[in-house]
């Protein structure tokens, strides 16, 4: 089936240095992704819509400075949290929609999520 | 009030026990339904669609009540395997907002032998 691979698994970082997280479709093209985040004993939050070939659509509250989405291909977004601070320890994982069944129909896959601890 | 909210437990049972777990969703244009299932530090993984029809995937039941806006998940003879959180998940109205789901807080589950 569909799978969505994300890179790294795992990230510990200073803070004030960047990070980039990769999130790809493997067997599938997807030219929209979407990133959430998730705290410790939280939901998921939805981030941002990543849209192949233009810009990124964030959710209200979400800094669109301090989170910088590339979707530079039909199987490749990125997510880059920006001058990294501790608050922004976080689970981040993407997901992708499988269109091939239909446009409102295609089944979303999750990345495996990134875990980022800024020290 | 949250979009999507869960009743957070933890619900801890004996194997072989039936629970039920509801979840109540505010957008009245919500489209789709689902409960998706997060192992521990782990990502989500989807466990079964809800429709207004009910439907039932082995000892697993979902209900959807779009009046009430209220969905439920009945498991049977639960399992060791079945301990996980347990999330309700909305998607947004459809066209281009599908895909942009939200998530309830999640139910802890536990089963014990």
């Known amino acids: 089936g569909a799978v969505v691979s994300q890179h790294p698994s795992w990230v510990i970082c200073k803070s004030g240095t960047s990070v980039k997280i990769e999130c790809r479709s493997l067997?599938?093209?997807?030219?929209?992704m979407f990133w959430y985040r998730q705290f410790p004993k939280q939901s998921l939050m939805l981030m941002a819509t990543?849209?192949?070939?233009?810009?990124?659509?964030?959710e209200q509250g979400v800094e669109k400075d301090k989170f910088l989405i590339n979707h530079a291909s039909l199987t490749l977004s990125t997510l880059t949290v920006t001058s990294a601070h501790p608050e922004d320890s976080s689970f981040y994982i993407c997901?992708?929609?499988?269109?091939?069944?239909?446009?409102?129909?295609?089944?979303?896959?999750f990345g495996e999520g990134s875990r980022l601890t800024v020290l | 009030r949250k979009e999507v909210e869960q009743d957070p437990g933890p619900f801890n049972v004996p194997e072989g026990a039936t629970v039920a777990f509801n979840c109540t969703y505010s957008?009245?244009?919500?489209?789709?339904f689902f409960w998706y299932r997060q192992d521990c530090r782990k990502e989500p993984k989807l466990l079964m669609s809800?429709?207004?029809s009910g439907n039932e995937d082995g000892r697993f039941t979902a209900q959807l009540n779009r009046a009430s806006q209220y969905i439920s998940l009945l498991i049977r003879d639960s399992k060791l395997s079945d301990s996980a959180t347990y999330l309700c998940?909305?998607?947004?109205?459809?066209?281009?907002?599908?895909?942009?789901?939200?998530f309830g807080q999640g139910t802890i589950l536990t089963v014990h032998p």
């Open positions: 997901s992708a929609r499988d269109l091939s069944g239909g446009f409102n129909t295609g089944e979303l896959f």
């Open positions: 067997d599938f093209q997807a030219t929209t």
């Open positions: 990543s849209n192949e070939g233009s810009k990124a659509t964030y």
């Open positions: 957008n009245s244009a919500s489209q789709s």
């Open positions: 809800v429709y207004s």
């Open positions: 998940v909305v998607n947004r109205a459809g066209g281009t907002s599908y895909g942009k789901l939200t």
